[in-house]
């Protein structure tokens, strides 16, 4: 059985509503007969010709996007570049996903991050082998030797000034640090959300995305070996073992444009930027590779680019494959898609994008050790609110969508797909959960899926999907207060992470709350445990701050008035009560940056490291 968890970030009502939903859909039950879907090919999807091919298909989609300003269309230049959540951009809660049932704790990788899927490690910023422990502390990258009573700090790496947004992947003796360039005029990256007047805009600029190699082979001395800039905006960075994927999303290209000035009308203007989109190069449309700072080359060749059967948005998705042990030793594989949204299982990834209307288009790739390859597209009615509420199990995609405007759903459902040839087909589906809420959360195991909407009063509803095509309510709950977090620590048991509330939806303060989900026509919950007034869980914005050791959580606590953040221990007894344990100070403002890392192996014996700008041992 495995297990999968989203939360969204705080909310503001006072009770939340959670579904649960078993089903059984790794096959379809079809004129009473059961039919497994044969996984595609990629060789069964249509490939590019030539690089002219590729091009035009380029060039036939934007010229008609182009408008007297470029691609922006008005007199301004405005750019929101979609930021993993994985890279601190105000994440929502995960959970790491294991082969076990909702009996069964789940605890953190390997290397201690808290992560969204068991065997695939994601960045952190701070990383363990047990010996030492790696965090960046600003631009410096920190080695700490943690074997003895009292952490020791070994050696310092000054990071290049112009690399923001770092985290860092462990393998080895390697350390892989991705990150963008740092804002900047040229072929560096603008701020997102910068609104430029027309007159005053800045020459071409490109979204670059960057790759580090550090060696700590000796520990005293960590160097550079390797350092290399991709061309288009990191989605997400994702360890499978010794090979790591980076997956980059290249959208409308770096182009001079003219624009209307007392010389050219903005007819003329559109008509000279048509003409400038057709005379492009399938260079500019490709990302590009820079390697230790020498010349751009292709990252990606024509023939390793394809598309889907049916029109899927507009951009080039690459996934870059490397070894952790040579990360420029790269594999490439691109589909002419667009993409905000990466879920990767141990087998698949997955790429979400807001399709028209509301839609969401969906992209398959196929993971085989150091193969990557495209396998099929396809599309949900919905809109997808974060990665978690994507899973795969046997063949089969499950997700969680939201029916109706983003601000206000008319109801939420799951969404079932298989492969079949280059297509992901729709097998089965649920609608009706929470209607007029909000998805704030999703789990899932193997035949289970729970599903947490808020809007103000609401029930908690468990919903059986053992059969997909025949789904039915088992039960509900009203719960005070609300979890946008929860997390599976044993004996059909659910640690939950929010808020407590009246039910006039007054918030009175940080909560946990134990939830008994052994009988899905009952859930009930065991036991709350109140975290302080103005306190938030930094579990509503990061899942990488909570552990969980056996009998016991760390969760990193903020106070929002006043920024003094503390580690609290919640202890679990074996009846499901909850009771406060230690309480550790962390720095002001910053509980959302704290880490605390398990050195043992998550049982909760051996020490555990708390990261913050230094390293402690508790």
Known sequence: MRTKLAFGAAAVAATASLTFA??????????????????????????????????????????KKVGPYGFGGYGIFYRRDVVDVTKGAVPLAAAERSNASPDEAVSSSATGTNVQEAGVDEPDRAKTDGDLVVHLRGRTLVVTDVTSGSPREVGTLRLPRNLDSAELLLAGDRVLVTGTPSYGWGRDPMPVDMVVPARVLPPPMDQNSRLLEVSIADPASP????????????????????TVRVVLRTGEPTLDFVFPDRDRTRKEAKAANQAIVRNSTVEDWLPSLRLDGGERTPLVECEDVRHPASGAGFGTITVVTLPAADPTDLATTAVTAGGDLVYSSTDRLYLATRASGRA????????????????????????????????SYEGALRIAVAHGPEWSPTDNGITVLQERGGDLVVVGSVRDLGPKEEIKSVRWFDDLALVVTFRQTDPLYTVDLSDPTRPRTLGKLKIPGFSEYLHPVGDDRLLGLGQDASLRGIVRGGQASMFDV????????????????????????????????????????????????????????????????????????????????????????????????????L
Not at 34 to 54: G, H, K, Q, V, Y
Not at 225 to 232: E, K, L, R, Y
Request: glycine fraction near 10%; hydrophobic fraction near 40%.
């Open 22 to 63: 078993v089903n059984g859909i790794a096959t379809s039950q079809l004129s009473g007969g059961l039919i497994r879907t044969p996984s595609a090919s990629a060789d069964e999807l249509a490939p590019f010709e030539d690089c002219e091919e590729l091009r035009q298909w380029y060039v036939d989609r934007a010229v």
């Open 223 to 242: 160097r550079i070996v390797s350092d290399q800039t991709f061309g288009g905006t990191l989605l997400s960075a994702r360890q499978y073992d010794d």
């Open 360 to 391: 969401t288009d969906v992209h398959a790739f196929a993971l085989d050790g150091a193969t990557t390859s495209y396998l099929a597209s396809g599309r949900v009615d919905g809109t997808i609110r974060d990665r978690w509420s994507m899973d």
């Open 518 to 617: 052994s009988d899905l026509r009952d859930p009930r919950r065991i036991d709350t445990l109140f975290l302080g007034k103005h306190a938030m869980p930094a579990t509503a914005y990061d899942p990488r701050t909570f552990t969980w050791l056996g009998s016991r959580a760390l969760v990193a606590v903020e106070d929002q008035w006043n920024g003094r953040g503390s580690l609290v221990e919640i202890l679990v007894g074996d009846d499901g009560t909850l009771t406060e344990g230690e309480r550790w100070p962390l720095p002001r403002w910053e509980a959302p940056m704290a880490r605390t890392l398990p050195l043992g192996d998550s049982s909760g014996d051996g020490a555990v490291a708390l990261v913050t700008r230094n390293v402690r041992l």
